[in-house]
């Protein structure tokens, strides 16, 4: 994932070989304990208590705080799983993934996005921010039931909780640099589910030329097997695949994982080929809004609420009445449909309308209509176009 570079220079040591707690391997009915809930709720604080990274990494520590299971889907489901993935990297490839950041592609390999993505890479270590929602295509439903249900249902991990997976698909060559999940985007633990042939999950390696600093540990992940990182080997050690590593011609890995819930004015909204203006003017207009303008008799009144570049439309369920301002009218409305925001220049486009810094406050929203054919001034001089006002920033906060 967050392909960080490591500058570890640890001493030599023996490189162990998995010993770790194992998981059976058993049939996906086998009776496994509940997942304790607790251990991923505490992962908030965890993660902000999260130091350094190990100058010494200790292989018996990176050991205990792996759980594999080998063999936890089987050939026939692996094979399932499989067609699956060559399905995907089609539609990936054939543009048909929705999600302008869906599909990351290098030489060796390429990356898919699902659930939510982030900004990664050279240079951003402990500055990945979020991208906003809908630039991602969605869990597709064939990697919900098949790979992330069973490890519900085997208490692995409390239901719902995935939602961020990356699948990476390796060939011949290709590497992840050695890198820690980024603590403050991912709460712990941390899955790796891997297909096709198998390869070594190097801990502590340096990925210099010379190879100065072999593996503090080395974990065999092999076709079906699930590997889960806590503790120790998610935060305090780097983890990644050196060329040398992958045993075959080709190897698809999933990263299974729940991202930190942060407060709405914390996360980070990032859109990468925005301008700063227009991604600054997507993180201040997150929230719910009404039209400026009661609707007209018998009308319906609308509200918008803006999730990352998607604006959800709630239409009230009874005809607009004087009383179209009050905000509890939004609770009852019902989905009528979804706009895109476009970052477009130093502003955004929205249902036809353009929003620019001038035309912002934290109050109103006056975006002028884009009517390139007309011109776009009325007598008076002024833009004609729709006003939102502010409602608030969440459903429930109203
Ligand atoms: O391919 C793997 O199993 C590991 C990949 C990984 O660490 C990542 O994508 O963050």
Not at 56 to 63: A, H, L, S
Not at 311 to 320: D, G
Not at 333 to 339: F, K, L, M, S, T
């Given at each position: 994932m967050a392909a960080t570079e490591t500058e570890g220079v640890y001493t030599s040591r023996p490189i162990l070989l998995g010993n770790n707690k194992q998981g059976s391997g058993i049939s996906l009915d086998a009776a496994v304990p509940l997942a304790d809930s607790n251990k991923f709720m505490a992962t908030k604080a965890e993660n902000a208590a999260n130091g350094e990274l190990a100058t010494?990494?200790?292989?018996?520590?990176?050991?205990e705080s792996l759980t594999y299971s080998p063999g936890f889907w089987n050939p026939q489901q692996c094979a399932q799983i499989e067609a699956w993935i060559?399905?995907?990297c089609w539609r990936g490839a054939a543009g048909l993934l929705p999600g302008a950041n869906t599909v990351d592609t290098t030489p060796c390999r390429t990356k898919y996005f699902f659930g939510n993505g982030y900004t990664y890479g050279r240079g951003l270590r402990g500055r990945e921010a979020l991208l906003p929602l809908g630039a991602v295509c969605p869990i597709p439903d064939w990697l919900q039931h098949l790979v992330i249900a069973p490890l519900e249902s085997r208490g692995m991990i409390p239901p719902g909780w995935v939602d961020s997976v990356v699948m990476n698909d390796y060939r011949t060559g290709s590497s992840i640099v050695a890198h820690v999940d980024p603590p403050r985007l991912f709460a712990r633990p941390i899955l790796t589910a891997s297909f096709f042939e198998p390869a070594r999950l190097v801990f502590g390696a340096s990925f210099d030329p010379e190879r100065k600093t072999p593996p503090a540990y080395a974990q065999f992940l092999t076709r079906g097997s699930v590997l889960m990182m806590d503790g120790y080997s998610a935060n305090k050690v780097t983890h990644g695949i050196r060329p040398e590593?992958?045993?075959?011609?080709?190897?698809v890995s999933m990263i299974l994982r729940h991202l930190i819930v942060a407060p709405p004015e914390s996360l980070t909204l990032y859109y990468p080929d925005a301008s700063a203006c227009a991604n600054w003017l997507v993180s201040q207009i997150q929230g719910l809004w009404r039209d400026a303008v009661a609707p007209s008799t018998g009308s319906r009144s609308r509200f918008y609420l803006v999730r990352g570049l998607l604006?959800?439309?709630?239409?009230?369920?009874?005809?607009?009445s004087s009383a179209y301002?009050?905000?509890r009218a939004a609770k009852f409305?019902?989905?009528?449909?979804?706009?895109q925001l476009l970052p477009v220049g130093e502003g955004l486009?929205?249902?036809g309308g353009f929003l620019d810094e001038p035309h912002f406050s934290p109050r109103a929203l006056e975006w002028q209509y884009l009517r390139p054919w007309k011109c776009n001034t009325e007598e008076d001089g002024s833009v004609p176009g729709f006003t939102w006002i502010h409602v608030g920033d969440d459903l429930s906060s109203i």
């Open positions: 010494n990494p200790c292989p018996m520590k990176i050991c060559d399905d995907t590593d992958m045993m075959g011609d080709r190897r604006v959800t439309i709630l239409m009230s369920s009874q005809p607009a301002k009050d905000p409305a019902v989905e009528a449909g979804i706009w486009v929205c249902n």
